[in-house]
C-alpha cells in the first residue's frame, strides 16, 4: 500500500483565495482525520470522519474552514478565504479503528 | 481536557543512550503511543504500549509505563543520528475512543 497520499505538497497562496487540500486514505481505513500542526499550537485535530461521515468538527477553527469525503477513498479540506494565519502544515491521517494513525507526509500551506 | 506534556529538547552523543519524557493526565488510557517525525514528513508510529502493560522492548526501544504517576518514557538504545527527530508522545482524550492528543514533541539532536 502507497501509505496516505496528500496533495500538494506545497501551497503558496494570496490571502483571500480559496485552497484545496486533498487526501487519500489507506485502502480499507474506515477512520480518517485532519490535523494541523504550527509551531505556536503544536498538532491540532480539525475534523475526524468514520464510514465517510463527520463526527466531530470541533476543531475546525471557522466557517472558512469545510471538510468533505465524498467516498471511502477521498477527502478534502477547503479554506475560503484563506489568510495569512492559516499559513501551516496540514496532515491527514487514516486508520482502521481509530487507534495507530498513519499519517500521510502533510501539505505545507503558505498564505502571503 | 487531556494534557500531555514532554520537555522540548534533548541532545545526546551517538552510541548514548536517549529518554524522552512524558506525562499525561488522563488515567482511563488504553494506548498510548510514541510518534516520530523526521524534518519535513509526517508522523510515523514508532510503537505504541498497551495500558497494562508496564514495558514494552521492540529491538532498541524500550518503551516503559508508570499508570501510577501517569508517566510515559521512550528509551533508545545505541542512538544515532538518524535517530535525529522529533518525538510526540500521544493519549487518547478521554472518553474518546478516536481523539488522540498529542504532546508538544520533544526534539533529539543526536551529535557525531
Known amino acids: 500500500d502507497a501509505g496516505v497520499i496528500q496533495s500538494p505538497r506545497h501551497e503558496v497562496t494570496e490571502m483571500g483565495q480559496e485552497v484545496t487540500l486533498r487526501c487519500k486514505p489507506i485502502?480499507?481505513?474506515?477512520?480518517l482525520f485532519w490535523y494541523r500542526q504550527t509551531m505556536m499550537r503544536g498538532l491540532e485535530l480539525l475534523i475526524y470522519?468514520?464510514?465517510?461521515?463527520?463526527?466531530?468538527d470541533s476543531g475546525m477553527p471557522e466557517d472558512r474552514f469545510s471538510a468533505k469525503m465524498p467516498n471511502a477513498s477521498f477527502s478534502t479540506l477547503k479554506i475560503q478565504p484563506s489568510e495569512p494565519r492559516d499559513s501551516a502544515v496540514y496532515f491527514c491521517?487514516?486508520?482502521?479503528?481509530?487507534?495507530?494513525?498513519?499519517f500521510g507526509s502533510g501539505t505545507r500551506l503558505t498564505v502571503v | 481536557g487531556e494534557d500531555v506534556e514532554q520537555s522540548l529538547f534533548l541532545s545526546v552523543r551517538e552510541g548514548d543512550s536517549s529518554v524522552i519524557n512524558c506525562t499525561y493526565t488522563?488515567?482511563?488510557?488504553?494506548?498510548l503511543y510514541w510518534y516520530k517525525q523526521e524534518p519535513g514528513a509526517g508522523l510515523q508510529l514508532l510503537t505504541y504500549?498497551?495500558?497494562?502493560?508496564d514495558m514494552k522492548q521492540d529491538q532498541r526501544l524500550t518503551v516503559l509505563l508508570n499508570k501510577k504517576d501517569k508517566h510515559l518514557s521512550l528509551r533508545i538504545a545505541d542512538t544515532q543520528t538518524g535517530d535525529s527527530a522529533i518525538y510526540f508522545c500521544?493519549?487518547?482524550?478521554?472518553?474518546?475512543?478516536?481523539?488522540?492528543?498529542f504532546g508538544s514533541g520533544t526534539r533529539l539532536l543526536v551529535r557525531p
Open positions: 500521544a493519549d487518547h482524550e478521554m472518553d474518546s475512543s478516536y481523539k488522540l492528543i
Open positions: 470522519f468514520n464510514n465517510n461521515v463527520p463526527i466531530d
Open positions: 488522563d488515567s482511563s488510557s488504553t494506548y
Open positions: 491521517a487514516s486508520s482502521p479503528t481509530g487507534y495507530g494513525y498513519t
Open positions: 485502502s480499507g481505513h474506515n477512520s
Open positions: 504500549i498497551f495500558s497494562n502493560m
